[in-house]
Nanobody, 118 residues
Framework: QVQLVESGGGLVQPGGSLRLSCAGS????????MGWYRQAAGKERELVAT???????NYADSVKGRFTISRDTAKNTIDLQMNSLSTEDTAVYYC????????????WGQGTQVTVSS
């Protein structure tokens, strides 16, 4: 199974910013499209953003223009810069590989909690 560790979450006021980081192996990141996902309390996990092996990105409509996914090859991380946060962004954020079958992924890391509140 893929070993991924998410970090960077916390409590932030509406309108604030956070930067999440996903640490993993260079091999995993080199061969896979990667994604950031989130799951709010009582809701299903949803896809937030993806980045391909060649740097192509895609975003959920709800975060487009506010979130930026990127690869840091020097640190072997997949990062998610989140700006203009709102209470609706409150969730546990996870990173994982991405494919059309991502909903069938069995293993998820612990994630990192993002709470947006005044």
């Amino acid at each position: 199974q893929v070993q991924l560790v998410e970090s960077g979450g916390g409590l932030v006021q509406p309108g604030g910013s956070l930067r999440l980081s996903c640490a993993g192996s260079a091999f995993t990141f080199r061969i896979n499209t990667m994604g950031w996902y989130r799951q709010a309390a009582g809701k299903e996990r949803e896809l937030v953003a993806t980045i391909t092996t060649t740097g192509g990105t895609n975003y959920a409509d709800s975060v487009k223009g506010r979130f930026t996914i990127s690869r840091d090859t020097a640190k072997n991380t997949i990062d998610l810069q989140m700006n203009s946060l709102s209470t609706e962004d409150t969730a546990v954020y996870y990173c994982n590989t991405y494919s059309a079958y991502w909903r069938t992924i069995a293993y998820w890391g612990q994630g990192t909690q993002v709470t947006v509140s005044s």
